[in-house]
């Protein structure tokens, strides 16, 4: 399949979806996270000189539609309907897909009720739980990140805006709150800021609630069904992250039938940024074994 490179807008199912297609060789569809942060961080440079990578601006944020319930509504299976419609608009029949944090539950959703539509599935930094359980690991990697951070004169900066999560309520609280708990999200943020202080000025978000269209938040435990995934599945976890950290990549790996399970040991949540030669490295050699 050869995709034409740079940004398409495409109306699909009544919305209009925007994409940005970037590098060459098989096709791997990439998934930002959130919900709600919109899709530039994830560029992959390493990974797009051997894929090419389909980055998708889910629904809700950038240049895609937003539903007519936003910011409710935007639930695993509205994301699964609006990368099916993408990829049929594409004719893409068994691309790579990954999914980072959020993204990887959208993979994951993916994955569970249309096997026949991947070949692959990379879950990059997620979590098969969003619930009560997930917040309380949160809470116990923030203690170590504080550990970790004691006496840097950013660290009351970063608490705060984590203690901001609970009452945003439009696209610039939750674009003042990613910038400022970003740092946390580094395994050595103060040590490269030269590298990633640029990031901190550009990262954006929207405002999604995570509830469905009824207001009703969407929790979930895939824990128990793990064992059905039978599409191959890579997962990948920086050892210092805080959100989505080794405890679940372990879940996932040790639930999905014949995962692999990449740790990146100098990473936080953004290994293809803080590692990007070992992250490439994970990802193509795992395409090269699927049929993409």
Not at 251 to 265: K, T, Y
């Amino acid at each position: 399949m050869t995709l034409t490179p740079g940004t398409h807008t495409v109306e699909l199912d009544g919305l209009v979806q925007r994409y940005h297609v970037h590098g060459t060789g098989p096709v791997c569809v990439a998934h930002s996270g959130g919900p709600g942060i919109l899709w530039d961080y994830l560029r992959m440079p390493a990974v797009e000189e051997h894929l090419t990578v389909v980055y998708v601006e889910p629904i809700g944020t950038g240049g895609s539609s937003r539903l007519a319930t936003h910011p409710d509504g935007y639930t695993r299976d509205r994301y699964v309907q609006a990368v099916l419609a993408l990829l049929d608009h594409l004719g893409l029949e068994k691309p790579l897909f990954l999914g980072h944090s959020h993204g990887g539950f959208v993979a994951q959703r993916l994955a569970l009720t249309h096997p026949d539509r991947v070949s692959g599935i990379v879950l990059y930094d997620s979590a098969p739980v969003v619930g009560p359980e997930h917040g309380a690991e949160l809470a116990r990697q923030l203690q170590e990140y504080v550990r970790r951070s004691e006496g840097e004169p950013g660290l009351p900066a970063v608490l705060a805006a984590f203690e901001s999560l609970g009452s945003l309520s439009s696209d610039e609280d939750v674009t003042r709150a990613v910038r400022g708990i970003l740092p946390a999200y580094f395994a050595d943020f103060r040590g490269r800021v030269a590298e990633f202080g640029p990031l901190q000025d550009q990262v954006r978000g929207v405002y999604i609630s995570g509830n469905a269209s009824s207001g009703v938040p969407e929790l979930f435990d895939d824990r128990p069904v793990l064992g059905t995934i039978r599409v191959p599945a890579l997962v990948l976890v920086g050892r210092f992250d805080v959100i989505c950290g080794v405890h679940w990549a372990q879940a996932l790996h040790d639930g999905i039938p014949g995962s692999r399970l990449v740790i990146f040991e100098h990473s936080g949540h953004f290994g293809h940024l803080e590692e990007p030669a070992a992250f490439a490295d994970a990802v193509v050699d795992f395409a090269k074994g699927l049929d993409v």
